[in-house]
């Protein structure tokens, strides 16, 4: 199974270049994986270059959870990650996603300067 980078994952979700999102398209019928470094740069890009609405942002993660062609590296970590921008989305997915990597690997707690993220079960701040 052949990685996508950001640019094909972000083509597949903006549909803003029709020639592209058609070679996106055709590129994941035949099965795609997508690293967390890719998932949440996208998710940036979404936010900050597109100006998504974090309803958006979870509804395009939503989607790419159950995508029938694609792969996310540790969903269960992408899923949670997106359980806790659910509920708290002025966070920002990058950093419940850190959290979530974090707490995968047993590294808990997560030391934030970030008074919000500290609130979260598992961080800390410093």
Excluded at 83 to 105: H, M, N, W, Y
Aim: proline letters at 2%; hydrophobic letters at 55%.
């Amino acid at each position: 199974m052949l990685a996508i980078d950001t640019n094909v994952l972000v083509r597949l979700l903006a549909r803003d270049d029709a020639k592209q999102a058609l070679a996106a398209d055709h590129t994941v019928a035949k099965g795609a994986w997508v690293s967390q470094l890719v998932l949440a740069e996208a998710v940036w890009v979404l936010d900050a270059v597109y100006a998504r609405s974090p309803k958006q942002l979870i509804a395009a993660l939503d989607l790419l959870l159950v995508h029938e062609h694609l792969v996310l590296q540790d969903a269960d970590v992408v899923s949670a990650a997106l359980t806790q921008f659910r509920a708290k989305p002025a966070l920002g997915f990058s950093d419940c996603l850190v959290l979530e990597i974090a707490r995968k690997a047993g590294h808990l707690p997560l030391a934030t300067f970030d008074k919000s993220l500290a609130k979260l079960t598992g961080a800390q701040k410093l």
